[in-house]
């Protein structure tokens, strides 16, 4: 990796060992202050609804910039200042309002800089997959740890023990303050047209779908596991686990693109991340099944998100790359983040983890039945 990409990489490590704590822990940390399943839900639904207002509000303000570089550094230090105030926070009014703050800010960083790598890559972009693995490393670091140390410290001290991470992440920005913004590239006509493209609806909708299957995954995953007796330190284990392959299949990913195609190997990942929520639902008890299932992680999440930025590189080139991104964080994260963590949510009171993962495996399995019939048409 030459130095020029090595400050690309240091943000996705610093920004997805955040997440790392984030993501498989805040639902644990609002269980233990005696909070319901809706309210866990309503927060991861508050957090992905954010991802529809946030990305394209600071994607209007970064585009009129000469200067967005500084406007991606500012996204980091709020990020950092809103996640603080989860440390002040109890009732259900509280966290939901931090939540949306907090959200809003964490949310709109992400796209733009995905926008700031691509273009830094320009034309090799298959080689995004061995640079965004860092993040994915960053994830695995936290993950694997916390659940001991949410064990050993106490599950009401998450906040306390995460924020020095986003401090990290404030640090990582930093050398990215200068950047400036790409030159313009009328590569495909005006921005309007790019939503009429072939292919870019149906592939928002899946796209859409598959983060609405992946709710119950990143909501209850870890309640589902401790309630099935699974202990602080072996949760750990199967979500580091699950990223320990991701990382091994983002440095491969650009070789199966350029072997199979994006539109073959999106039509499997969905397949198996089918057969992924179908597993997780009926066999929580066993510990190995649940790793056997983390495994597909590698093609639910690395190759399938890997295929899709590529297909980005495609549907939204130049200047317009980091619209285009906010669209997909807009649709995918954002509505299906929201749909999912109440769909999720509502099963879980009514049926436990097994419903809420049941009906995962249902959306999952719309996606691809969807994904199926464009490939037949246009593939």
């Known amino acids: ?36 399943g809706y309210v866990v839900g309503g927060m991861l639904g508050i957090w992905y609804g954010s991802r529809i207002i946030g990305p394209p509000l600071w994607s209007a303000l970064v585009q009129r910039s000469t200067r967005p570089g500084h406007w991606f550094v500012a996204g980091s230090v709020l990020t950092l200042l809103c996640f603080a105030g989860f440390t002040l926070t109890t009732t259900t009014l509280q966290l939901f309002s931090v939540m949306a703050l907090f959200g809003l800010f964490y949310n709109a960083v992400m796209p733009q800089f995905e926008a700031m790598t691509l273009v830094a890559l320009g034309t090799r972009s298959s080689d995004y997959g061995r640079i965004r693995l860092w993040g994915s490393v960053g994830f695995l670091v936290v993950a694997a740890s916390y659940g001991w140390l949410l064990d050993y410290w106490g599950s009401e001290h998450f906040p306390l023990i995460t924020l020095p991470l986003f401090g990290l992440m404030v640090c990582a920005a930093w050398p990215h303050r200068n950047d400036v913004p790409p030159e313009y590239q009328n590569q495909i006509g005006d921005a309007g047209h790019l939503w009429n493209r072939p292919g870019v609806r149906r592939f928002l909708l899946v796209a ?5 299957g992946f709710g119950a995954f990143y909501v209850f995953y870890t309640l589902h596991l401790q309630r099935h007796g699974h202990s602080g330190t072996a949760i750990g284990s199967l979500w580091a686990l699950g990223v320990a392959i991701e990382i091994a299949m ?28 179908i597993v997780t639902a009926f066999f929580a008890d066993s510990f190995v099944l649940m790793a056997a299932a983390q495994l597909l992680h590698a093609l639910g999440f690395a190759v399938f998100h890997s295929c899709c930025m590529r297909q980005m590189t495609e549907f939204f080139p130049g200047r317009r790359a980091a619209a285009g991104q906010s669209l997909l964080y807009g649709f995918s994260s954002g509505l299906g983040g929201v749909l999912g963590a109440l769909l999720a949510a509502t099963m879980w009171e009514l049926n436990g983890g097994q419903g809420a993962f049941l009906a995962s495996a249902v959306v999952a399995a719309i996606a691809w039945l969807i994904y199926a019939m464009r490939s037949r048409t246009q593939h």
């Open 1 to 36: 990796m030459t130095t020029s990409f090595r400050r690309f990489a240091i943000f996705y490590f610093c920004y997805y060992a955040a997440l790392g704590a984030y993501t498989p822990y805040i639902g644990r940390w609002v269980d233990a202050l005696g909070h319901s």
């Open 208 to 212: 859409l779908l598959m983060q609405t």
């Open 250 to 277: 983002f440095w491969q990913v650009p070789r199966l693109i350029e072997r199979f195609g994006a539109p073959r190997l999106m039509s499997i990942c969905i397949g198996a991340t089918v057969l992924r929520w």
